[in-house]
């Protein structure tokens, strides 16, 4: 004999495609709201990477000096300052630097890049503490270089690959005129290095004549320091520029929570459907068995027990929802990602939504809680109707 | 004395349409015994109905008083609330109507089985088995509603007003819907659980053969009973 919940589920069986539709009305709204908690989460945990792999908390270039490669290829290559290689020495000094490391950004125009030529640039690096910070970089081929001012380079994934370099191959440096030697080739790591062409920054130095000179240098703060408090310390260097990755984080946050509130909005919309459907739904149901509650309570069926027969339809249409919706945002996580880095401003590079199965079952918690409130009127409704009318109500129609 | 179960005095319903007021229950006073079989004939509109549900409990007296069993349904102008009655319905009653009202998604075992599942779970409880037994349905427990016939739908609804055990069995029209042959079939069937398990039955009908099955035959005539 079915209880409660079996003759709820068998109704729902009986006007089998509103039910279906039903299902997926919230299954819907269940992949939108797993999707936003899933987008919560991976947007930070993939932005807080991609910083992270920057492997220094600071960067220190030179006042007016842009500070990353794509801002000075817009730039045609122009604009670089330098600062004295001594900083890194008196840097050194200061209690809250755990690592420091020096670089040197150049850039020359290559006539044979593309149809019309164009900029290539050249980061020069300390082999002994920039691989340390960058832990995440592997190589394909071959290692970093022999020595600190080797003629050699190490090239990223994508320069490797677009130029078609191999370790052992020599690479011209346009305008200088003088050959290096690739001795590495990295793997792909998904950042701003797998299109760079890395040399010893003392090569650097040599090749283009700037002695002593440096862009930029990445500072790795000891874990218990305020980075903040350090970098108002840093201001006061004179003819430097601070560049904070917490800042640039901050920025980024900014510009991407506008862009959240926008699927935040989407979700209520989508979740106000869903609830708006599943209210259609029950009443709908109730409605048309008017007179069969009514008879159901003519043998004895309480207030209480009419109030729960539609809540369980109501539970089980939501509950089916939210599985099949949770299921569909795990099978389509990709599809989500893309969608949404369609929408952002900036996307980091690790995935975008992650789903777990604490996050699967909160939405279908919320899917469900909305789907009992949502059941509340259809079922008072039923569960105030009184037997007589129900009977009543039949007479003239036979 | 033999024990009353139903007893009425100036039970009196008064349905109000627009500005009109009409009586369909005017002042009725009724002693119903238990084990009697009771029919109600008269003519259309003359109350039949509004008084079976009076009685049955499923609607509210305006005036009048009513017993029902050891309770007291309505008395000095105040009837029970729908959730003190909603108990005794369950327990003291059995209806059926001309309609038959079944659960289209159930079996047939299930419709029959459905009060419990609005009962305590300790209480004694009948099998579905024996009931069908009884009333001929024995092969078709498995079957949808839409798989029966018009007379066997009905034998469901009686088993279903039956698995509870009610002291009273109330039938508004049981044979309305069907012909005579299936007519005389529940008729006989009301006769023998009368008989045989001495249930109080009162019966609404046209039918003057079906009527004529019972001990008493009351007739109405505008909401009162004609001596
Ligand atoms: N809900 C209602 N509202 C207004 N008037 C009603 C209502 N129910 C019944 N009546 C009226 O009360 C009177 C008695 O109706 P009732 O249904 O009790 O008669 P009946 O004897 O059962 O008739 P029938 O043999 O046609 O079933 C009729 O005049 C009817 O129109
Ligand atoms: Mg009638």
């Known amino acids: 004999?079915?209880?409660?919940?079996?003759?709820?589920?068998?109704?729902?069986?009986?006007?089998?495609?509103?039910?279906?539709?039903?299902?997926?009305?919230?299954?819907?709204?269940?992949?939108?709201?797993?999707?936003?908690?899933?987008?919560?989460?991976?947007?930070?945990?993939?932005?807080?990477?991609?910083?992270?792999?920057?492997?220094?908390?600071?960067?220190?270039?030179?006042?007016?000096?842009?500070?990353?490669?794509?801002?000075?290829?817009?730039?045609?290559?122009?604009?670089?300052?330098?600062?004295?290689?001594?900083?890194?020495?008196?840097?050194?000094?200061?209690?809250?630097?755990?690592?420091?490391?020096?670089?040197?950004?150049?850039?020359?125009?290559?006539?044979?890049?593309?149809?019309?030529?164009?900029?290539?640039?050249?980061?020069?690096?300390?082999?002994?503490?920039?691989?340390?910070?960058?832990?995440?970089?592997?190589?394909?081929?071959?290692?970093?270089?022999?020595?600190?001012?080797?003629?050699?380079?190490?090239?990223?994934?994508?320069?490797?690959?677009?130029?078609?370099?191999?370790?052992?191959?020599?690479i011209l440096i346009p305008e200088k005129e003088i050959e290096v030697k690739i001795v590495g080739v990295l793997k792909r790591s998904g950042t701003q290095d797998d299109g760079t062409i890395f040399l010893p920054y003392k090569t650097v130095q040599q090749i283009f004549g700037l002695p002593g000179q440096l862009t930029s240098v990445g500072i790795k703060v000891n874990k218990s320091v305020d980075i903040t408090a350090y970098e108002e310390e840093l201001y006061k260097i004179p003819d430097v520029q601070v560049v904070s990755m917490a800042q640039v984080k901050n920025t980024i946050s900014n510009l991407v929570s506008t862009a959240r509130v926008m699927v935040m909005s989407i979700a209520i919309i989508a979740i106000l459907i869903a609830m708006v459907g599943v209210i259609n739904t029950i009443l709908m149901s109730v409605l048309e068995r008017y007179q069969e509650i009514g008879i159901m309570k003519s043998m004895g069926a309480t207030t209480a027990h009419i109030f729960r027969l539609i809540w369980f339809e109501t539970i089980m249409l939501c509950f089916a929802g939210g599985v099949i919706g949770s299921a569909m945002s795990a099978v389509l996580g990709k599809v989500t990602d893309s969608v949404i880095r369609y929408i952002l401003p900036y996307a980091p590079t690790g995935s975008l939504v992650r789903i777990d199965l604490a996050l699967v079952v909160r939405a279908i918690g919320i899917i469900v809680a909305i789907g009992l409130f949502s059941g509340i009127y259809p079922a008072l409704r039923a569960a105030r109707i009184r037997p007589i009318e129900a009977i009543r109500s039949a007479d003239g129609e036979f | 004395m033999d024990n009353m179960i139903i007893q009425s005095k100036d039970l009196s319903k008064i349905y109000l349409r627009g500005a009109e007021k009409i009586v369909a229950v005017d002042s009725v006073s009724i002693d119903i015994k238990e084990g009697e079989f009771v029919s109600f004939i008269g003519p259309s509109g003359s109350g039949k109905t509004s008084l079976l549900h009076l009685l049955g409990c499923l609607d509210n007296p305006d005036q009048g008083e009513l017993i029902v069993d050891v309770f007291s349904i309505m008395k000095d102008g105040k009837s029970l609330s729908e959730k003190k009655l909603t108990p005794i319905r369950r327990d003291l009653f059995g209806y059926i109507f001309q309609k038959f009202y079944l659960i289209p998604t159930l079996t047939?075992?299930?419709?029959?089985?459905?009060?419990?599942?609005?009962?305590?779970?300790?209480?004694?409880?009948?099998?579905?088995?024996?009931?069908?037994?009884?009333?001929?349905?024995?092969?078709?427990?498995?079957?949808?509603?839409?798989?029966?016939?018009?007379?066997?739908?009905?034998?469901?609804?009686?088993?279903?007003?039956?698995?509870?055990?009610?002291?009273?069995?109330?039938?508004?029209?049981?044979?309305?819907?069907?012909?005579?042959?299936?007519?005389?079939?529940?008729?006989?069937?009301?006769?023998?659980?009368?008989?045989?398990?001495?249930?109080?039955?009162?019966?609404?009908?046209?039918?003057?053969?079906?009527?004529?099955?019972?001990?008493?035959?009351?007739?109405?005539?505008?909401?009162?009973?004609?001596?």
Request: charged share 25%; with cysteine.
């Open chain 1, 1 to 170: 004999m079915p209880g409660i919940s079996g003759i709820a589920y068998k109704n729902l069986r009986r006007k089998r495609l509103r039910s279906v539709l039903t299902v997926f009305g919230i299954a819907l709204s269940t992949w939108v709201l797993v999707s936003l908690f899933g987008f919560n989460k991976g947007y930070e945990a993939s932005l807080n990477k991609d910083i992270d792999n920057l492997g220094f908390q600071v960067l220190l270039t030179a006042k007016g000096c842009p500070y990353e490669a794509a801002t000075l290829m817009l730039q045609g290559g122009k604009g670089l300052r330098y600062m004295p290689e001594g900083i890194v020495d008196s840097l050194k000094t200061n209690p809250e630097v755990d690592e420091l490391t020096p670089m040197l950004m150049q850039t020359v125009f290559d006539v044979n890049k593309g149809e019309e030529g164009g900029v290539v640039g050249y980061l020069g690096i300390d082999p002994q503490t920039y691989p340390k910070m960058k832990t995440y970089l592997k190589f394909n081929q071959g290692n970093w270089f022999t020595q600190n001012d080797a003629m050699e380079a190490v090239m990223g994934y994508e320069a490797a690959e677009l130029e078609q370099r191999e370790v052992g191959d020599m």
């Open chain 2, 108 to 227: 047939v075992k299930e419709n029959i089985l459905l009060p419990y599942a609005f009962m305590p779970r300790n209480g004694e409880r009948q099998s579905a088995e024996a009931i069908a037994e009884k009333l001929g349905l024995a092969h078709r427990l498995t079957h949808l509603p839409k798989e029966l016939s018009g007379g066997e739908m009905q034998r469901v609804a009686i088993a279903r007003a039956l698995i509870n055990k009610p002291k009273i069995l109330l039938a508004d029209e049981p044979t309305g819907n069907l012909d005579s042959k299936r007519s005389d079939e529940i008729a006989g069937i009301l006769s023998d659980l009368n008989k045989e398990d001495q249930i109080t039955i009162i019966l609404v009908t046209h039918n003057p053969v079906l009527a004529a099955k019972a001990g008493r035959i009351i007739e109405l005539e505008d909401g009162r009973i004609r001596d």
